[in-house]
């Protein structure tokens, strides 16, 4: 599992890290609030932005010289090396000896490369085309009113988001629902209302084997059995899977069936034919839109200096934050309704990729990896938890996701949202003094990130996912684990297969 081109050197032993803890130790007590106060143009030096996204982290425990010594760090650890091999098709799942190269499913990889003796450009170029085709004649035909995407976890997610967010923007007439939970209730309030002549199942796993997935995809075929001919159901179905010789066991047309690669993880996978259902509801010129946002954050990853990089001083901050402030959790806050599944996402993407206590050398990591990420869409979040992260005993770090234009303006009601997001940061900062009651106190000094949106869009939600996408590389890159398998996943399915057994013969 190892590389010997790499130095397995514990993250404390490094000169780099002592100093950030020796820095640490003369800045646990700052005041952010002083921060603003001796430097006015703070808000300024500490925002970035690109293309329409504006990343504020002023609101941090976090000085220049934090930043400098947080750079060097990264530096050490190899971070700009490691960037390169990611985008050039080294092997970095080391576990599973194969690249991670969802990147080149947008257009951020040398036409050149080649993965297996195929081009991986001219792979995607394919890809791409079969999808629009499929598009433009599922559009053309008319002859499907609903789509099932049958997936789960990754499969589900992505696809599931974008959807959700940009559904303002979908085609007339075709109508998306998701079906991941093996659940019967899911199944049977996806399928509610739905006319099985008019609809599409997409089967979307890539292995083929999901067991929430396959059994979901039988309960469907049986519902369409129940309605109209046999013979006309493979018509019903298209399947995104590297398993092919399964689909077409299922019983999906070999020409129904699109391919998913193996240097594809499912949570990286809305960029590749899982994203299908996508193009099917929002148009396939939106889908690429959307992979054009996310080439974008690609080329501003790959390009910009550590010190100008987005994802880069994302990762940083939350390292900073996990390792030294010993702060143990991370809150996503998305203030628009649009946006509502994006925590579910992020959690996916942050604790799945990072949620592990074993390095790349297969030897025990010593310190903390993935934070606990949840959160919840503002201004409801403000009437659960909030009240934990204003006066709890915990400070968690929290992002703040907002629009500067309404997806569907009304009245004043976005004014008021966008006064909440720029209200509730400052009181996090600030706090507020109240000795006489000490119930009515705020410590404040609690940090934010700020990542404003001029618009929803295609483009700009391409450019938010990849983003985080990145920042979760950093992180992991920094603390030398595969953020790109998921074993602990494993042990839970093979057990539930066992009891299954049980309770068959019980």
Not at 278 to 306: M, R, T, V
Not at 446 to 452: E, G, I, L
């Amino acid at each position: 599992m190892s590389n010997e081109n790499e130095e397995n050197i514990t993250l404390s032993a490094r000169l780099e890290w002592q100093a950030l803890r020796a820095h640490y130790e003369t800045v646990r007590d700052l005041d952010m609030k002083l921060l603003f106060k001796d430097d006015l143009g703070r808000k300024t030096d500490f925002t970035l932005k690109h293309e329409g996204i504006e990343f504020d982290y002023s609101k941090n425990k976090i000085t220049s010289q934090t930043l400098e010594l947080l750079f060097n760090f990264a530096r050490a650890q190899g971070l700009e090396e490691r960037r390169e091999q990611l985008f050039s098709g080294a092997n970095l799942n080391v576990s599973e000896h194969r690249p991670a190269l969802h990147s080149a499913l947008r257009g951020s990889c040398s036409p050149k490369l080649d993965i297996d003796d195929s081009n991986i450009k001219n792979y995607v170029d394919r890809s791409l085309e079969k999808i629009e085709s499929f598009t433009k004649e599922f559009h053309a035909k008319k002859r499907f009113t609903d789509i099932v995407h049958i997936g789960i976890g990754g499969s589900d997610f992505g696809p599931h988001l974008v959807c959700e967010a940009l559904k303002h923007l979908s085609v007339r007439g075709v109508k998306v629902h998701f079906l991941s939970n093996i659940d019967p209730d899911h199944f049977a309030d996806t399928m509610e209302g739905l006319t099985p002549k008019k609809t599409l199942f997409i089967i979307a796993s890539k292995s083929f084997s999901t067991q929430e997935t396959r059994q979901n995809a039988k309960s469907a075929r049986s519902w369409l059995a129940a309605k109209i001919k046999e013979k006309d159901i493979a018509g019903h179905f298209c399947a995104v899977t590297s398993n092919k010789g399964a689909a077409i066991e299922f019983g999906v047309k070999p020409e129904s069936i699109f391919d998913m690669a193996d240097w594809v993880g499912g949570r990286f996978s809305l960029w590749s034919a899982a994203g299908l259902p996508i193009a099917l509801y929002l148009g396939f010129d939106n889908f690429k839109a959307l992979l054009e946002g996310a080439h974008s954050a690609d080329l501003h990853f790959q390009n910009s200096p550590l010190e100008r990089n987005i994802p880069v001083i994302m990762g940083l901050i939350g390292l900073w934050y996990r390792n030294f402030w010993n702060y143990n959790a991370h809150c996503i806050l998305p203030y628009s309704s649009r946006l509502c599944l994006l925590t579910t996402y992020i959690q996916q993407l942050d604790m799945e990729s990072n949620g592990k206590s074993v390095n790349i050398f297969a030897q025990p990591v010593n310190y903390a990896t993935a934070p606990i990420v949840f959160g919840g869409t503002g201004t409801n979040a403000q009437h659960t938890f909030f009240q934990l992260l204003h006066q709890g005993r915990d400070v968690i770090p929290a992002d703040f996701i907002a629009l500067r234009q309404a997806v569907m303006p009304l009245g004043n009601h976005h004014e008021k949202l966008i006064s909440h997001v720029v209200g509730q940061t400052k009181a996090l900062m600030e706090g507020r003094t109240n000795k006489e009651e000490p119930h009515k106190h705020f410590a404040g000094n609690r940090p934010t990130n700020t990542v404003w949106l001029d618009s929803l869009t295609p483009h700009s939600l391409g450019l938010l996912l990849a983003f985080y996408e990145h920042k979760i590389f950093v992180q992991g890159t920094l603390w030398q684990i595969n953020s790109f398998d998921q074993y602990g996943v494993e042990l839970g399915k093979d057990l539930a297969r066992l009891a299954l057994s049980k309770i068959k013969n019980s």
